[in-house]
C-alpha cells in the first residue's frame, strides 16, 4: 500500500541494491529503466554502502535536455559504514550539484534518528509516530551552520521555483520502515501536482 498517491507520473531509478522497489511503493511511482519526457518527476536512490553505477549516471544525465524535476533518495542509512553525506558527496561528483534541505541526526547507537531542516532549524524526531518536531538545540545549529549558508545560498540563487522547473535536486535521507524523510519526499512531490 503506497504511503502517498497523487496523479503525478512519478518513476524511480538506481541500483537495485538501493531499494528502489520500496521506493516506488511507497510513493505510488514505478521502477524505470530509460528516460522518458513525460515523466512528471524521476526519483534517483543511491546506496551510500554501494555507490552509484554508469548506467543511473546516463539515466540522470538523459533528462538534462527535458528539465524533469528530480529527488535524490538516500537509503540504507540504518546499515553498513556509508552515510547520507558520503552519498551527497558523490552526487554532486556524477550528477549535478545537489542541494541538502536536511541533514541526519543519530541516535546513541549511530542509527539515523531525526532530521534537521537547514531552512529554519527545525528538528523532526522520527522515533516517534508521527515524527515530532522541535527546535534544534545550539549545539546543533554550530555543527551545520556551514551546511546550512551553502543551502540557503543556493536555494536563493535559484528561485523559488528551482525544484518544479528542474534545476534544483533536493537530497533527502529517506527510511521508510521509520518513516524517516517520506515526509519530505512528499513536500517536494505536492510542489508539483497538477
Known amino acids: 500500500m503506497p504511503i502517498y498517491t497523487s496523479d503525478l507520473n512519478c518513476a524511480v531509478f538506481g541500483h537495485e541494491s538501493a531499494h528502489c ?3 516506488a511503493k511507497a510513493f505510488g511511482a514505478y521502477v524505470a529503466q ?4 513525460e515523466i512528471d518527476c524521476a526519483i534517483f536512490c543511491i546506496n ?4 552509484i553505477d554508469q548506467h543511473t549516471i546516463e539515466l540522470w544525465q538523459g533528462f538534462d535536455e527535458y528539465l524533469v524535476p528530480r529527488i535524490v533518495v538516500v537509503t540504507d542509512l540504518e546499515k553498513d559504514a556509508g552515510d547520507f553525506d558520503d552519498a551527497v558527496m558523490l552526487a554532486n561528483r556524477v550528477f549535478d550539484q545537489i542541494a541538502t534541505p536536511f541533514l541526519v541526526l543519530h541516535d546513541d547507537d549511530g542509527l539515523p534518528r531525526a532530521l534537521i531542516s537547514l531552512s529554519d532549524m527545525s528538528v523532526f524526531d522520527y522515533s516517534t509516530n508521527p515524527a515530532t518536531k522541535t527546535t534544534s538545540e545550539p549545539e546543533h545549529e554550530t555543527l551545520v551552520q556551514e551546511f546550512r549558508d ?3 545560498e543556493l536555494v536563493t540563487s535559484m528561485g523559488q521555483d528551482a525544484f518544479p522547473a528542474g534545476v534544483l535536486f533536493p537530497a533527502i535521507p529517506l527510511w521508510i520502515e521509520k518513516g524517516l524523510g517520506v ?3 512528499i513536500s517536494y512531490l505536492n510542489q508539483l501536482k497538477k
Open 21 to 23: 522497489e520500496e521506493v
Open 150 to 152: 551553502e543551502y540557503l
Open 183 to 185: 515526509d519530505a519526499v
Open 34 to 37: 530509460e528516460v522518458c519526457a
Open 48 to 51: 551510500p554502502n554501494t555507490g
